[in-house]
Each structure stands twice: as structure tokens, then as C-alpha cells.
T-cell receptor
Framework: KAGVTQTPRYLIKTRGQQVTLSCSPISGHRSVSWYQQTPGQGLQFLFEYFSETQRNKGNFPGRFSGRQFSNSRSEMNVSTLELGDSALYLC??????????????FGPGTRLTVL | GENVEQHPSTLSVQEGDSAVIKCTYSDSASNYFPWYKQELGKGPQLIIDIRSNVGEKKDQRIAVTLNKTAKHFSLHITETQPEDSAVYFCAASIANSNSGYALNFGKGTSLLVTP
């Protein structure tokens, strides 16, 4: 089974611009979560989508948004980029079935640099 | 919210020795505790997890223990090999199939195994 794929792998943007990142989950997985990883703050939860609905949201400003499509693929958008948004953005997919314990499998991430 | 503390931040062992990484969590409602290994340039890889109804779980050279009363859990790697060198993250979450769940991560432990 193919793993989680994220595109693009690297991005360079300037302050004030917006960016869209894409994630394709493992086939059959219906839940997609997004995390931000920085050296200072570590791994922080952004939001989770399941069946095209946002189920959970972390403590990030409204500039960070996401969506999920009917094929479970997800995108996240960051508007009005700030220098502090430079980070590795990770997508994780989960089967999210009957059991409430569902492992999350991460993609390789998108490295965003804001200049 | 949930706060996960992880120690040590760096750990250096000789090949063949054991390595132990410890984490504590604050929310007694947390019921799912995964461990991830992250190599340079890659996303976190799930290596083992434990659920709150289990005290210990083992998978070959890797084991995890959970003490719900003390709210701490540990990762044990025996017979370490150079390829075990990576950053290890613990996480805790309140898995809920209705409202979704988020992984709250520790800050990570950089493990170096020297030949």
C-alpha cells in the first residue's frame, strides 16, 4: 500500500503571500490530520478532517484553514504568511474505523520557508 | 489541555546497550500513547503504541510501559544498533471516535547509537 503523499515537498514564499499544501492519505483512510513542526515548538496539532468535516482544531489563528474532499484528499491553506510560519507541515492519515483507537501515519512533510 | 513532558532531550548509548526514554502526561483522560521515530528529512514513523487498558507491550527489541496512576509511560530499546539513531517522540491523546482526536507530542529525544 502506498503511504501518505504530500505535495509540494518544498516551498519558498514571501511574507504576506498565501500557500496551499496538499495531502493524499493512505488508500481507504478517511481521516486526515495536519501538524506543524518547528524546532522551538515541536509538533503541534493544527486540525483533523473526517468525511469532509473538521472534527478537531488546534490553537492556531484563523489564517490556517483546511478542507477535505470526497476522495479523502486534503488541503491546508495559510493566508498572509508570516516569518514564524516557516516550518515542516506534516499530514497524517488514519483509518478511523469502528475502534476509537486509530493509529496515525505521517507523510514526509512539506518544508515551507517564508522570507 | 494535555501537556506531555519528555526526557531526556538527548541520549547517547553504545551499540548493544539499552536506551530508555520517559514521558509524563497531565490529562488523566488520555487513553492512547504512540511512539514515533523521525529520521532526518522524513516524517515521523509509528514504531509502537499502547492503550490505557494495557500496562506493557513489546515488539522485538522495542517495549513500552504505561503507569496510569503516575501518568507516565516509557520506551525501552534493547540491543541498540546504529540504525536506531534518530529523534523519538512520545505522544498522548484522548481517542474519541465521535469528536476526533489530536496527538499531543513531547519535545523529542535525539538518540545517538555509537558503534
Amino acid at each position: 500500500k502506498a503511504g501518505v503523499t504530500q505535495t509540494p515537498r518544498y516551498l519558498i514564499k514571501t511574507r504576506g503571500q498565501q500557500v496551499t499544501l496538499s495531502c493524499s492519505p493512505i488508500s481507504g483512510h478517511r481521516s486526515v490530520s495536519w501538524y506543524q513542526q518547528t524546532p522551538g515548538q515541536g509538533l503541534q496539532f493544527l486540525f483533523e478532517y473526517f468525511s469532509e468535516t473538521q472534527r478537531n482544531k488546534g490553537n492556531f489563528p484563523g489564517r490556517f484553514s483546511g478542507r477535505q474532499f470526497s476522495n479523502s484528499r486534503s488541503e491546508m491553506n495559510v493566508s498572509t504568511l508570516e516569518l514564524g510560519d516557516s516550518a515542516l507541515y506534516l499530514c497524517a492519515s488514519s483509518p478511523r474505523g469502528v475502534s476509537s483507537y486509530n493509529e496515525q501515519f505521517f507523510g514526509p512533510g512539506t518544508r515551507l520557508t517564508v522570507l | 489541555g494535555e501537556n506531555v513532558e519528555q526526557h531526556p532531550s538527548t541520549l547517547s548509548v553504545q551499540e548493544g546497550d539499552s536506551a530508555v526514554i520517559k514521558c509524563t502526561y497531565s490529562d488523566s483522560a488520555s487513553n492512547y500513547f504512540p511512539w514515533y521515530k523521525q529520521e532526518l528529512g522524513k516524517g515521523p514513523q509509528l514504531i509502537i503504541d499502547i492503550r490505557s487498558n494495557v500496562g506493557e507491550k513489546k515488539d522485538q527489541r522495542i517495549a513500552v510501559t504505561l503507569n496510569k496512576t503516575a501518568k507516565h509511560f516509557s520506551l525501552h530499546i534493547t540491543e541498540t544498533q546504529p540504525e536506531d539513531s534518530a529523534v523519538y517522540f512520545c505522544a498522548a491523546s484522548i481517542a474519541n471516535s465521535n469528536s476526533g482526536y489530536a496527538l499531543n507530542f513531547g519535545k523529542g529525544t535525539s538518540l545517538l547509537v555509537t558503534p
